[in-house]
């Protein structure tokens, strides 16, 4: 069954979903994230002799220096309601696209949040990271981190117009075979992110004596909290959304019955 109901509906959806996804994101982040980001501040700590994480280092006295607005385990707390809301601002995001996007395809109502979502992980989370990976606080220059922000930017574009070409490309070929669509895809996206990937800048901040294990370790978590956030974000949608019309559809046979 396609996709159905108002944009009001899919709104409320996608807030719920998102709201869902945010709090699975968080927990993942609380129990395989925050132990590397302890382990990246106690470096960051030892080598500005074990200043607390959060002062500035403005060269007065350990007494001068200004205790971290928040806490550590304040952060952690922090991080359920920041990514609850961020997971609903997606949810509603997502939920706009999938009221366009419904218009254009076949696709059952869980089929397209499903590929929705997984076009959304590539663009939004896929190719930033593979090419501006995420680094725990010990890493990077605050000096570049403006910078840092609009490349991550950049790349973010870069990804949105992959998943683009890749979807103009396959529909492109409507008629031949699905594997050559399929292909045809596959080689669009590839073919944009690489070209992007060349023409960015690349960024480097990692000093030699910062612990690779403990960098990659920080990496894959956060790859693995924001895959978390857009898997449940996918499926929490096309869940309520065959929820919604089994729902409907048992209204429906009532009705017709009663008549």
């Known amino acids: 069954m396609p996709l159905t109901g108002s944009l009001k509906s899919l709104l409320l959806r996608g807030l719920l979903a998102g709201l869902i996804a945010g709090l699975l994101a968080a927990t993942v ?7 590397h980001i302890d382990a990246a501040i106690a470096i960051e700590e030892a080598g500005s002799g ?3 994480h959060g002062q500035e280092a403005t060269g007065h006295s350990p007494g001068d220096e200004e205790e971290a607005l928040v806490s550590r385990s304040g952060q952690k707390a922090g991080q359920f309601l920041a990514l609850g809301l961020a ?5 509603a995001l997502f939920a706009s696209a999938l009221n366009v996007a419904r218009r254009f395809t076949s696709l059952t ?6 590929a929705a979502a997984g076009f959304a992980w590539a663009a939004i989370v896929a190719v930033p990271f593979f090419k501006y990976p995420a680094n725990p606080p010990a890493v990077g220059d605050p000096e570049t981190i403006n910078e840092r ?3 991550w930017l950049a790349v ?14 396959f529909r492109a070929l409507a008629g031949q075979l699905a594997t050559l669509r399929l292909i045809a895809g596959v080689a669009a996206f590839v073919l944009v992110v690489t070209v992007g990937y060349v023409l960015l800048p690349g960024v480097n901040e990692v000093s030699e004596d910062f612990p690779a294990t403990l960098l990659w370790q920080f990496r894959v978590a956060s790859l693995t909290e924001t895959t978390t956030l857009w898997a449940a974000l996918g499926l ?3 869940a309520l959304t ?12 009532g009705v017709t019955t009663a008549v």
Do not use: D, K, N
């Open 149 to 151: 922000t609009w490349l």
């Open 87 to 91: 997971g609903m601002a997606f949810g």
């Open 156 to 169: 973010v574009v870069l990804g949105l117009l992959a998943v683009a070409a890749a979807i103009a490309a």
């Open 50 to 52: 074990g200043h607390s």
């Open 29 to 35: 982040g609380l129990f395989v994230g925050e132990p």
């Open 236 to 238: 929490a949608f096309a």
């Open 109 to 114: 109502g869980p089929q397209l949040s499903l």
């Open 242 to 253: 065959e929820f919604g019309s089994r729902r409907s559809t048992a209204v429906a046979v």
